[in-house]
């Protein structure tokens, strides 16, 4: 039997939207706001989902703590509190997009968890706007 668990978590981070091979003025009319050089920040919520056969001895999917804890040292410990573009390493040169930040969280939690796992992220910007993202 298959079942999902699901782990919320938040961090907060700014970001500038922009690409350094156009004009001010095409980032200006792509972005918007978001093209801020002084940078703006969200406070961002995230949902890991993890799909597996429950484990017949613990009765887990996966043990909460344990994704608990990649969560903290993947996500949270990397991008809480961070200036996205210039602290972390896989948007110094990839814009810092809800999808792109969704792509690279689930690229750091599935190298953490057992393979045989199915994951889904979903990241909320704002509580309006969100993305999710599962490998494919």
């Known amino acids: 039997m298959k079942v999902t668990v699901h782990r919320k978590a938040h961090f907060n981070a700014a970001h500038r939207l922009y690409r350094r091979d156009w004009s001010f003025e095409k980032n200006e009319e792509v972005f918007g706001l978001c093209n801020n050089p002084h940078f703006h920040g969200h406070n961002y919520e995230l949902i890991a989902s993890v799909t597996g056969e429950v484990d017949p001895?613990?009765?887990y999917v996966i043990d909460a703590k344990v994704l608990k804890d990649i969560i903290k040292s993947e996500v949270e410990d990397a991008f809480d509190h961070k200036n996205l573009n210039i602290e972390v390493p896989e948007f110094k040169e990839m814009n810092p997009t809800?999808?792109?930040i969704s792509?690279?969280?689930y690229n750091?939690?599935?190298a953490k968890?057992?393979?045989?796992?199915h994951l889904e992220i979903t990241l909320y910007e704002t509580p309006r706007n969100f993305v999710t993202?599962?490998?494919e």
């Open 57 to 59: 001895e613990t009765g």
């Open 98 to 100: 809800a999808e792109n």
């Open 103 to 105: 792509v690279v969280i």
């Open 108 to 110: 750091k939690i599935k």
């Open 113 to 117: 968890i057992d393979p045989e796992f």
């Open 133 to 135: 993202y599962s490998g």
